[in-house]
């Protein structure tokens, strides 16, 4: 059983809802999304808040940002406050760790924020000039990720925007044969796999290009030479980023899609599931979760991937 409600001003609507609710949620850079469809016209205003809950489990907290209608019913289209990462700004800081960015921007904005985990690596300086919010704190996330191979999920918890790592991200469900109508799981060493990453940057100073390697020759054996080739800046620990980058990359990306799914509301993007499915046993992360909503189902299609997943 599932609860929507608008709050316009001080009236709490419970809006008739024609067809299924559908809630998406995309790890990198898109905020949540749910939309629905109404049978008759209703006296929203963009803007107005949305709160959806799922048997008394808070799912969606964010804000009318669309509306469009046709014969028989207008269709609404809602975000959390991730969206508003997608305005642009300039920023110059230095001594902050990304989870202190985040704050930092949510304070300029008006964003409410919840629990954000403290990342750890602090930043000596960065200008981020006429960029997306999102991809400020991507870069922040980026650089940290660089130097303690820790990686964190952004998202939205109910009107509060959060940080969390992903390892604290596990649900405790498991993918396996049964679970899904179809699936399709694909290896690959195509898109993303490296087993030698090459640095460069040109001193200044002695005129020079300095060369940082990093490489594994017994994957090199197996698949061939991967190399990965990238300029890195002048405050930029070359060598950590080399070994970082080839403890990411060298290993065989895996990516599943599965369908209709039995629901789950506590699978978001940026969590991680357990599959069971063709002779791999591991945990894989959420990179798409659609979550869809009528009276008597709640089924889910979910986009995931391991081994190289972490780029």
């Known amino acids: 059983m599932y609860e929507l409600v608008v709050l316009s001003g001080s009236t709490i609507y419970e809006p008739p809802v024609e067809g299924k609710v559908v809630w998406d949620t995309s790890r990198k850079n898109n905020p949540g999304k749910l939309t629905f469809n109404c049978l008759m016209p209703v006296p929203f205003e963009m803007g107005n808040a949305v709160r959806f809950k799922v048997d008394g489990a808070n799912v969606f907290y964010g804000f009318l940002f669309t509306e469009k209608l046709d014969k028989d019913r207008v269709k609404f289209t809602a975000y959390d406050q991730l969206r508003y990462l997608k305005n642009k700004d300039t920023y110059v800081y230095s001594g902050k760790r990304a989870d202190q960015v985040v704050k930092m921007i949510a304070d300029d904005f008006r964003l409410k924020t919840g629990a954000l985990v403290n990342t750890g690596y602090v930043i000596p300086s960065r200008v981020e000039d006429n960029q997306t919010l999102f991809d400020i704190i991507g870069n922040a996330l980026d650089a940290t990720l660089m130097q303690n191979r820790r990686l964190f999920v952004l998202f939205d918890d109910f009107g509060r925007i959060s940080l969390k790592e992903i390892k604290d991200m596990k649900v405790p469900v ?138």
Request: net charge neutral; charged share 25%; hydrophobic share 35%.
């Open 174 to 311: 498991v993918l396996d044969d049964g679970a899904s109508e179809n699936y399709d799981l694909s290896r690959s060493i195509d898109a993303k796999t490296y087993n030698r990453i090459k640095l460069f940057r040109d001193n200044k100073n002695t005129g020079k290009r300095e060369i940082y390697i990093a490489q594994s020759t017994a994957n090199q054996n197996k698949w061939g030479l991967l190399q990965h080739y990238e300029k890195v800046e002048e405050k930029v620990n070359a060598q950590q980023k080399a070994d970082a980058l080839l403890n990411l990359h060298n290993q065989v990306e895996q990516k599943l899609s599965v369908k209709n799914v039995f629901g789950d509301v506590r699978v978001r993007a940026g969590s991680m599931v357990l599959v069971n499915l063709n002779g791999i046993q591991q945990w894989m992360l959420v990179e798409k979760a659609k979550h869809e909503f009528s009276e008597s189902e709640h089924t889910m299609d979910l986009n995931l991937a391991g081994g190289g997943y972490i780029v």
